[in-house]
């Protein structure tokens, strides 16, 4: 089932675009914040912290979904629906670090708390709708 | 258990600010698209047209998220779960047309289709985090 990111809407993920990250609470409702975000080729990635409502929420459901608009067109967004394939800990410092760099274009991310653990998500994208 | 909006963020709504609402598939996964909305003062509005996935789901499941983000700063957002207490034809074309003048600054709609009816959908925000 899995969906590819269309080539002409590859370039959102190297722009400065939020995901605005769609996950599911444990009522079952959804939830919405903007995150960071790139793309591996295969999967979005979303990086957050250990014991976060949204890490909470995608360890306990899979199903997440996201839009990302185009900063520099609005009408132009990319609307990805899809699963959550790798929750990890591994290279999560150094992913931050690069979407600070990408996002802030500092090479070391500067929000970082004591004892704060970067997990990163893996979404494997299973329907994707454009506009624009 | 409705929130309000703090008045600090309701600037927002002044704003050509887009909402990425969240709302729930049959499968109860999330799905999220960029619409326009405004606020009434007690609740956040939102326009759709009839027979839409998101018009469907949101007439299924009541439960809906959405986040919106300063366009002046990314890491100002609101983001805000609630519930549909209101899905009303009545003055949906008048509706969209002060989007379009909001978002456009058209006193028409100019994307209409024909046959197409619109719909208003009004979000009772009950739970509401801001950043920055």
């Known amino acids: 089932m899995a969906a ?6 590859r370039d959102l993920f190297t722009k400065q675009a939020f995901a605005h990250l769609g996950t ?20 979005i990635r979303i ?6 409502v949204k890490d909470k ?15 520099d067109d609005p009408y132009r967004y990319l609307a990805v629906q899809g699963v959550i394939v790798e929750i990890t800990e591994q290279g999560a410092d150094a992913h931050i670090d ?5 996002y802030l274009g500092k090479d070391k991310y500067p929000f970082g708390q004591p004892g704060e653990v970067r997990v990163i998500y893996k979404i ?9």
């Open 24 to 43: 599911l609470m444990a009522d079952g409702s959804p939830q919405v914040t903007p995150v960071w975000c790139d793309y591996d080729g295969t999967h």
């Open 47 to 52: 990086n957050s912290a250990k014991g976060r």
């Open 4 to 9: 590819t990111i269309p080539a002409k809407f």
């Open 98 to 102: 690069s979407l600070a760099k990408k």
């Open 124 to 132: 494997r994208p299973e329907k994707v709708s454009t506009m624009g």
């Open 57 to 71: 929420n995608m360890r306990r459901n899979k199903k997440v979904a996201l839009s990302i608009m185009d900063p």
